[in-house]
């Protein structure tokens, strides 16, 4: 076998011993591509090429603009539809009708409701008014004066609402039943709230459900207590005819509740609900009251008519103890059910009337804010003149809070709740004086359209409280007994006025604005709420 040959200067692979394999330092590039000077040719083409590009982005860009800002072709086609008026129809209030006893005349079935009284009813107002009693009730009293009333208001020649009104008045003096009951005349809807009562040994709550419509109810109870909802048999499914009371006694669902509020829902017919809350302390009567459906749970509420006729006798009632305890004046406070168990906020404002919320808050907080609503009343509060109160206090979804407010001085009050979230309030205020003990309870108001009409109750001193919840002052014309007054309702303030039993007051200028009418004296109160007109038929998109 031979080598390669050395002489040669070839390797056996045919290469030069040596030369440099390519590609691997030392190599030499051939003397071309070692040095390349740039062409004119050279610098042409690539500048061709950028232009190209260049121009070829512009033109993207271009037509991307031109398709966002210049306008396309479009096509479509507008849906056939009808604006539909609805037949303007009579609107209709309801009056709860007489203050009920759990027993006849003579004491006996006591399972049972019967007429205490026959109240008298006002009606007032611009528009045709057929008045009518419900036909079928619970307490026998179906197509008779006490029966519960039903106005039925035909509607203006434009379908407007008329400005009506109605309102019933009792004075109860039956034995162990002794007091005032009035009440405004409510529009019915499909679901409400009623904030009052006790189950609680000597006080009766009685839940009334009418059904002015012709069309059948099925009403649906929810029950909530200091101690929460209640669960009970009984509560769904309630039939109520059309043209029917049903009175529900509400210790047939709870027993030694302190503190109640009831929430309405029906299905079929609109319903109107009250509650009619009683008390006797032993053998002494302790007063009789008719409260109408709450409006909805807000934020913040309003209470006004709230009136402490005589604080240095309702302080020596509270005084007397054991008993007693709920004769103090006291706010209610519903959280309604929520998902979290976080505590809810609430604050507590009584403002005297004439007096501004800030005034009132600066007030209360130099002289003592009340944590919870402990505290007691004390010598050395001159309960003759009106004070503000300012009490903080925390509840739970789900319940209601009674929250007793020492040391409210004579005088009228609007009281404002504010909360964390949505609450009810109302408010309970009891009365003493030479006709004994009395007590309402006095519920949030719903704010008024721009003019209102108010049927006062044949009741002894009636006055109407109006409350300003806006920012600015209010200048309200006040007719009373065809006469006309403006009054200035200041900013966040209040003001109670006298007016004329069994008859109508006028309100012009009091749109967001709230009212109530007290009436009583001497140890009889009572309190009830204005309502706005009730709601008229609007035009309608039908799309076939």
């Known amino acids: 076998m031979s080598g390669p040959d050395p002489s040669s200067g070839m390797g056996a692979d ?69 604006v539909v008026t609805p037949e303007a129809a009579a609107s209709r209030l309801v009056c709860t009708g007489s203050p009920l006893r759990l027993a006849d005349e003579s004491g006996e079935g006591a399972g049972t409701s019967s007429p205490l009284v026959t109240p008298v009813t006002t009606v007032v107002g611009d528009g045709s008014v057929d008045v009518r009693s419900i036909a079928q009730s619970d307490a026998g009293t179906g197509g008779t004066d006490d029966a519960p009333v039903v106005l039925e208001i035909a509607p203006g020649a434009d379908g407007a609402p008329r400005l009506d009104a109605g309102a019933q008045a009792s004075l109860i003096a039956d034995g162990d039943q002794q007091g005032l009951a009035t009440q405004t005349c409510a529009a019915p809807t499909g679901r409400q709230w009623v904030v009052a009562g006790a189950t609680t040994i000597g006080r009766t709550s009685l839940l009334s459900v009418v059904n002015p419509t012709t069309v059948p109810a099925v009403v649906d109870l929810e029950i909530f207590t200091e101690r929460g909802p209640v669960s009970a048999v009984g509560m769904a499914g309630i039939d109520v005819p059309a043209g029917a009371q049903r009175v529900i006694p509400i210790a047939g669902f709870v027993l030694e509740a302190e503190s109640i509020a009831v929430r309405v829902t029906s299905s079929g017919g609109n319903v109107v609900a009250s509650l009619q809350s009683s008390t006797i302390r032993t053998l002494e009567p302790g007063g009789i009251d008719l409260v109408t459906a709450a409006g909805d749970a807000g934020r913040s509420q309003v209470v006004p008519g709230v009136v402490i006729d005589d604080g240095v006798a309702l302080a020596a009632i509270v005084d007397r103890g054991a008993g007693y305890e709920d004769a103090a004046t006291t706010v209610r406070i519903v959280a309604p059910p929520v998902e979290s168990d976080d505590d809810i906020g609430a604050r507590i404002l009584f403002v005297p009337d004439g007096m501004t919320v800030a005034e009132a808050e600066e007030a209360a907080a130099a002289d003592e804010v009340i944590e919870g609503g402990e505290g007691a009343a004390t010598a050395e509060v001159d309960l003759t003149v009106a004070r503000p109160r300012l009490v903080e206090t925390h509840l739970h979804g789900g319940e209601v809070l ?115 009418i007290v009436t009583g004296r001497a140890g009889l109160l009572s309190v009830s709420p204005v309502q706005p007109p009730a709601a008229v038929s609007r035009p309608v998109t039908v799309y076939p």
Do not use: C
């Open 402 to 516: 009674d929250v007793p407010v020492p040391n409210v001085g004579t005088g009228g009050y609007t009281v404002h709740v504010t909360a964390t979230e949505p609450v009810l309030a109302a408010v309970r205020v009891t009365a003493a004086g030479t006709a004994g003990t009395d007590f309402a309870w006095v519920s949030q108001a719903t704010g008024l359209a721009d003019d209102a009409i108010v049927a006062v109750p044949d009741a002894v001193d009636p006055r109407i409280a109006i409350a300003n919840p806006r920012a600015t002052d209010a200048e309200v014309v006040v007719e009373v007994d065809g006469k006309p007054t403006t009054v200035t309702v200041p900013a966040t303030g209040s003001v109670l006025l006298p007016v004329v039993g069994d008859e109508e007051v006028r309100l012009s200028g009091v749109a967001g604005l709230s009212a109530a």
């Open 14 to 82: 045919g290469m030069g011993l040596d030369a440099p394999e390519p590609g691997f330092p030392g190599a030499e590039e051939p003397e071309e591509r070692q040095r390349r000077r740039p062409t004119v040719r050279g610098a042409l083409v690539i500048g061709a090429r950028t232009t190209s590009g260049l121009i070829g982005v512009a033109a993207s860009v271009a037509v991307v603009i031109a398709a966002a800002t210049i306008p396309l072709p479009t096509w479509s086609v507008t849906p056939a539809s009808v």
